[in-house]
């Protein structure tokens, strides 16, 4: 959610929703369908005083699906079966204090901005330094308990060591990383969470490629939901039947608690396949008519084959299947189908699809699956 301050009532973008309204169809829909924790992240642009209502409203409205507000810092994570029917606010954190700090007096200009006055002790001297004020105010900020909102500088700067820390990161910051260092990257989110986000470039509200950052230990990779492409079929086929949340394969998560000795090389745990040969031929579902006009397309038993693909992660590899109508110009799409490639069954099988607003379509396909191992008879 975004909220920002054009209006003295609380509204969130990209629409004139008020706050309240939201919080409120959040409580009355967040476990409708899984009791499992929600992550609410807000992006917050409004004056402190606001921010100040914004708190009032999640804890009148949210009541006991809002976490309590601890007097310490958590030790480590709680996992999601600890959090069930509970709200996670990330938001961005504002420490208490400041190293070296004395005392801080927080107070508020007139037009709404927060002025810090910081006393410090530098070789016994006292000096008053003002100090840019945050931009959240440290009420709002310790709602953020288990997803503790972290601005991004390096794998190494200090607050890496919280365990309650979050990252979030456009894809082309995400891309560069894992580009200039994937093995640290890798290493961080088998115990850290990260989030990754579509860059604000993409106007048309188009998705990258959800599973490379999975394949980097991403835990939340957000899409832009306005749109049904092939960033959303694949996220899609990832937590089909699920209740959202997918347990992360072998060697994307520590074997004990944090801070147990593992091997840290990137991937020596990844329990990786090579296939020598993945079939899929399309049958009839019923008798022969036109491709054209018809409704059940007869594909002649068309064979398509994937050879020799290494490195296989099957809980982070898919078979998507996608109907497009051959029209005039750029074909379009009709239907589709993604399944993860550990829940593929081999044999004969019928696939249901959906069509392009993601919604269940009369479409079937009948498939003849194969897939060899290599090294396996």
Request: charged share 30%.
């Given at each position: 959610m975004g909220k920002w301050t054009n209006s003295p009532r609380r509204i969130v973008d990209h629409k004139e929703i008020l706050f309240r309204d939201v919080c409120q169809v959040v409580r009355e829909?967040?476990?409708?369908?899984?009791?499992?924790?929600?992550?609410?992240?807000?992006?917050?642009?409004?004056?402190?005083?606001?921010?100040a209502a914004m708190v009032d409203i999640t804890e009148e409205i949210w009541g006991e699906f809002l976490l309590p507000v601890p007097e310490l810092d958590p030790a480590s994570l709680a996992s999601p079966e600890q959090l069930r029917?509970?709200?996670?606010?990330?938001?961005?954190?504002?420490?208490?204090?400041?190293?070296?700090?004395?005392?801080?007096?927080?107070?508020?200009?007139?037009?709404?901005?927060?002025?810090?006055?910081v006393t410090t002790t530098e070789g016994g001297e006292k000096k008053a330094a003002k100090v840019k004020p945050p931009?959240?105010?440290?009420?709002?900020?310790?709602?953020?308990?288990y997803t503790r909102g972290i601005t991004f500088k390096s794998l190494e700067q200090a607050e890496v060591s919280m365990p309650n820390h979050i990252f979030s990161l456009s894809?082309?910051?995400?891309?560069?990383?894992?580009?200039?260092?994937?093995?640290?990257?890798?290493?961080?989110?088998?115990?850290?969470?990260?989030?990754?986000?579509?860059?604000?470039?993409?106007?048309?509200?188009?998705?990258?490629?959800p599973v490379i950052f999975r394949r980097a230990g991403v835990q939340v990779v957000a899409l832009n939901w306005q749109s049904w492409d092939v960033g959303m079929i694949l996220n899609e086929g990832m937590f089909a039947g699920s209740d959202g949340y997918v347990l992360?394969?072998?060697?994307?998560?520590?074997?004990g608690p944090t801070g147990e000795s593992e091997e840290d090389d990137m991937g020596s745990n990844i329990e990786s396949k090579k296939l020598d040969r993945v079939t899929v031929t399309p049958d009839a579902l019923t008798a022969m008519t036109s491709k054209s006009t018809g409704t059940s397309p007869n594909f002649g038993g068309e064979v398509i084959e994937f050879?020799?693909?290494?490195?296989?992660?099957?809980?982070?590899?898919?078979?998507?299947?996608i109907v497009m109508n051959d029209v005039l110009g750029p074909d379009v799409m009709t239907a589709w189908a993604c399944v993860r490639l550990d829940r593929l069954r081999l044999g004969y099988r019928f696939v249901r699809l959906l069509d392009k607003d993601s919604m269940p379509s009369k479409g079937i396909l009948l498939i003849k699956t194969v897939m060899t191992e290599a090294g396996v008879a």
């Open positions: 829909y967040a476990f409708v369908t899984s009791e499992l924790p929600l992550i609410v992240s807000l992006e917050v642009h409004c004056t402190p005083l606001q921010q029917r509970k709200n996670l606010v990330k938001v961005k954190y504002v420490p208490n204090d400041k190293d070296g700090a004395e005392s801080v007096n927080e107070g508020f200009d007139d037009d709404g901005s927060s002025i810090l006055e931009k959240v105010i440290s009420r709002l900020s310790r709602l953020g308990i894809e082309k910051a995400a891309f560069a990383i894992r580009r200039r260092m994937p093995k640290a990257l890798f290493t961080h989110n088998r115990d850290f969470l990260m989030r990754t986000y579509p860059q604000g470039m993409r106007v048309d509200s188009s998705n990258f490629d992360k394969p072998n060697g994307y998560r520590r074997r050879l020799n693909v290494e490195g296989v992660v099957p809980e982070l590899a898919f078979l998507s299947f």
